[in-house]
């Protein structure tokens, strides 16, 4: 829950509350694919999508998962020495794999000195009742999470960013996480193509009606070598300026119920492949702005939910 001196719950008062210091998510390649790349559903992906499938920042995959934690743990370490660290399998689909060579990656990953947690970002529609009692059993020696790409609740814009699942999918994968006490942090992207603050807000009030735990807001990122970059050049749409984004970020926090952890209010760009917008790349800046937003409109978590 926010403490009185905070705005809204965030993913850093979350992990003092649960563990007491400093925690850190090492991002990793588990080396895994996504149906929406190899056949299954489509061979494009999400229109949005790297070909880093969303883990740019993520360690080699060349390397094992206990190596690739070291490395990031050497790096990161120079500026929190004492940090403990989550497990963050970050690229691609985490769980689009045989339950036992899930098993074998996580394990080695939670097997590591420091590391705290386990946190997989997937697909709805890429787990089961054999994942979820997998994720249950390690969750009774480690804390688990679960990040979910909902990225909207418009069904029409789903189609339009090639998705690949409708929306009862996300609705059943969460409550069926639930159920065995794992966390569920769901994403969202603000200014896709055609989507008003009507349909933001909508995404917004779904996942939340649906239990999450957690969420994750980010401005849409034009990358090269994705069909966004495609249909942008094609048919420029208007992107949101800075004031924009950060006036709709503050406005939506108020509909965001007081225990849910907001892990993201922006994210951190590639810049090397990057084509709009360039100011998400001054982080500092974003956060700034809405911190200073935040504070002129008193905004509080939770004001406006229902849930």
């Known amino acids: 829950m926010p403490e009185n001196n905070q ?18 998510k090492l991002s990793l390649d588990g080396g895994f694919t996504c149906p929406n790349r190899d056949g299954k559903i489509s061979r494009t992906g999400c229109i949005f999508c790297s070909a880093k499938g969303s883990g740019d920042f993520a360690a080699k995959r060349t390397q ?6 070291e490395s990031q743990k050497e790096l990161l370490s120079k500026k929190w020495p004492k ?13 689009y794999a045989p339950v036992e060579v899930l098993e074998r990656k996580y394990r080695e990953a939670i097997s590591q000195k420091d590391i705290v ?16 009692n997998l994720l249950k059993e390690i969750s009774k020696e480690t804390y688990v999470c679960v990040e979910l790409g909902l990225q909207t609740s418009n069904e ?6 090639n998705r690949g699942y409708k929306n009862i999918v996300f609705e059943n994968t969460v409550k069926l996480l639930n159920s065995a006490g794992i966390d569920t942090v769901c994403h969202i992207i603000l200014n896709l193509p055609g989507e008003n603050y009507l349909d933001m807000l909508n995404s917004v009030k779904f ?15 034009i990358l090269k070598g994705t069909p966004l970059e495609n249909m942008y050049l094609k048919e420029p749409f208007k992107l949101f300026t800075l004031e924009e984004y950060t006036d709709v970020v503050t406005d939506l926090i108020e509909y965001i119920p007081k ?26 800046l974003v956060l700034n702005t809405i911190t200073k937003k935040l504070n ?12």
Not at 64 to 69: C, D, K, R, V
Not at 124 to 132: G, L, M, S, Y
Not at 156 to 161: D, G, M, N, Q, S
Request: proline content about 3%; hydrophobic content about 40%; some cysteine.
């Open 7 to 24: 705005h809204y719950y965030s993913l850093n008062s979350f992990f003092k509350y649960k563990f007491g210091q400093k925690v850190i």
């Open 64 to 69: 094992s998962i206990s190596e690739q934690i």
């Open 83 to 95: 940090a403990l660290y989550i497990a963050y399998f970050q690229a691609f689909t985490n769980t």
């Open 117 to 132: 947690g386990l946190d997989i970002a997937t697909r709805p529609d890429c787990i089961d009742e054999n994942i979820v």
């Open 156 to 161: 029409k814009t789903a189609e339009i960013i």
């Open 207 to 221: 996942a939340c009606s649906c239990g999450i735990k957690g969420i994750k807001l980010q401005m849409l990122n």
């Open 259 to 284: 225990n849910v952890v907001i892990h993201r209010l922006t994210g951190d760009g590639p810049k090397d492949i990057l084509i709009e917008p360039k100011w998400i790349l001054n982080k500092r």
């Open 296 to 307: 002129e409109k008193n905004i509080v978590q939770g004001r406006y939910s229902i849930y």
